[in-house]
Nanobody, 131 residues
Framework: QLQLVESGGGLVQPGGSLRLSCTRSGGALDAYPMGWFRQAPGKEREGVSCISDTGGSTYYADSVKGRFTISRDNAKKTVYLQMNSLRPEDTAVYYC????????????????????????WGQGIQVTVSS
């Protein structure tokens, strides 16, 4: 069974940086489309950034564009989210996710797919941006 484990979260000051990692185990394919999602208290889970299986296509939510960078190392079965210029509004539980078949990273990060279509989720990791 495919499993995802996040790491790299924690408490940072506004303007600081964090790098989240998501490592996959299991699954029949060499790579899968993957993404990062976040959920703050009282809010719905939202797509932050998604990346195709090859890394050739990426998507970023407008709120993080220019600050966050998604990348992957398929040899390590790991996807990363480099988060710079962090803001208190970025505080949330961040979840890694994988989809078995989706071909559009934009579609993967859409709310409807988050709610109805995602195949695998990690347990989530807390990111807190506070002074």
């Amino acid at each position: 069974q495919l499993q995802l484990v996040e790491s790299g979260g924690g408490l940072v000051q506004p303007g600081g940086s964090l790098r989240l990692s998501c490592t996959r185990s299991g699954g029949a394919l060499d790579a899968y489309p993957m993404g990062w999602f976040r959920q703050a208290p009282g809010k719905e889970r939202e797509g932050v950034s998604c990346i195709s299986d090859t890394g050739g296509s990426t998507y970023y939510a407008d709120s993080v564009k220019g600050r966050f960078t998604i990348s992957r190392d398929n040899a390590k079965k790991t996807v990363y989210l480099q988060m710079n210029s962090l803001r208190p509004e970025d505080t949330a539980v961040y979840y890694c996710a994988a989809d078995l078949y989706i071909t559009s990273v934009q579609a993967m990060c859409r709310t409807d797919h988050v709610v109805w279509g995602m195949d695998y989720w990690g347990q989530g990791i807390q990111v807190t941006v506070s002074s």
